[in-house]
């Protein structure tokens, strides 16, 4: 075994492999996915519920390819998006290589943390704990921290982070290569995501969306875009897209006084989706309700969410 691994070595073969990052709700890990990739990929929002899907992006570099896995947050469920966000994040315990699990930088391990805890101990697959957001808190309170998450589960490795700032990324990469096994990579070497265009267009418009709106409306919200085509030349794009949402009153305040809100989310979304497409976008947004669709099946699955196996 070990002499396969040294000629497997010696004869500059590639590691290639799976990592999943999970975690609470907001504790960062779309931020810094975006990061180790090197572009904005995933959306982010200070508002929970932001990662609905499982995204996979692409890191390549000489040593071989990261594929990573984006997880919505495990959190306990309340509707039927709500289980198959949580299902979706599970399950891709037993599909990877290595495990990062993202968390606060904070000694109170509360229920939500422990369920993950419990979770983890079911498979065999390594864990690395990143503790996120070190930029907050200072060295010796994140010793008392790293010494309270050895008590609950025993890490392959932990490394403190800041993903805002970009601080120790270069580690985390070093990381999850020692976990890799050799083979060849899975994807060709300039493919950074396996979302469809249209899908990275929806979730621009619901990031905008996020950042934007009041509390309670975001959770309610998705967004299905009817016409994407792209002019001859190859120099503009035509995109219609509908915001839905779950009340009438919601529909009144995403769309705002003589149409600002709505003009404010599209204006947001439009810069994001030319930078995307390198080219300029007509966009056209409308909004619909459609009351209680994360109670359904049908809709869900609508609105881009694969309930397979679920």
């Not at 810094?32 to 995204?55: C, D, E, F, V, Y």
């Not at 990031?207 to 085509?229: F, Q, Y």
């Not at 989310?265 to 994360?294: P, Y």
Request: aromatic letters at 6%.
């Amino acid at each position: 075994m070990n002499q396969n691994l040294e000629e497997l070595k010696s004869s500059g073969n590639k590691k290639s492999g799976f990592a999943t990052l999970i975690g609470r709700p907001n504790v960062g890990k779309s931020t810094l996915m975006n990061h180790l990739i090197g572009q904005k990929i995933a959306i982010t929002s200070s508002k929970p519920q932001t990662t609905r899907n499982r995204i996979q992006t692409v890191y390549t570099c000489d040593r071989g390819q990261i594929v990573f896995l984006d997880t919505p947050g495990i959190h306990k469920a309340k509707n039927k998006l709500g289980e198959y966000m949580v299902t979706v994040a599970e399950r891709t315990f037993q599909d990877v290589d290595v495990i990062l699990w993202l968390v606060e930088p904070t000694t109170f391990i509360g229920a939500g943390e422990r369920h993950i805890a419990e979770q983890l101990k079911k498979v065999r697959t390594p864990v690395v704990l990143v503790i996120n957001k070190i930029d907050t808190v200072k060295k010796e309170e994140l010793l008392k921290i790293i010494d309270v998450y050895r008590r609950i589960y025993d890490f392959a490795d932990i490394i403190p982070a800041s993903a805002l700032r970009g601080q120790h990324m270069d580690d985390i990469i070093d990381t999850i290569f020692r976990y890799l096994p050799y083979g060849p990579m899975f994807y060709d070497e300039d493919t950074v995501t396996d979302q469809p265009q249209r899908q990275i267009v929806a979730e621009m418009i619901r990031e905008k969306a996020l950042r934007s709106l009041d509390e309670e409306i975001p959770h309610g919200i998705a967004v299905a875009i009817d016409r994407m085509t792209e002019r001859k030349g190859g120099r503009m794009y035509d995109i219609d897209a509908t915001i839905i949402c779950e009340r009438d009153s919601h529909k009144g305040i995403i769309i705002g006084k003589g149409g600002a809100m709505l003009k404010k989310i599209g204006s947001a979304a439009r810069r994001d989706m030319e930078d995307m497409l390198e080219a300029q976008v007509n966009l056209k947004l409308w909004v619909k309700v459609k009351k209680d669709w994360r109670d359904s099946d049908f809709l869900i699955k609508n609105f881009g969410y694969d309930k397979k196996e679920i």
